[in-house]
């Protein structure tokens, strides 16, 4: 409960008076973003080709 206030009291004290470092540093601190990290790729192992092959939704 208590961390549920903090978030209402820190996205309302934003909505004032608005900037976006300050705001940025809060959703980071939160938790809410992270660090961006250099590129990356994901790969898999064994897979059914039908997933594979065919786009998703």
Known sequence: MIFKTYLIHGISEHREDF???????????IGYLEPEVEDFEIT??????????????
């Not at 900037?19 to 601190?29: A, G, N």
């Not at 898999?44 to 997933?51: H, K, L």
Request: net charge negative; charged share 20%.
């Open 19 to 29: 900037d976006f470092e300050s705001y940025h540093s809060f959703l980071t601190k």
């Open 44 to 57: 898999t192992a064994n897979v059914d080709v039908e997933i594979t092959v065919q786009a998703g939704p």
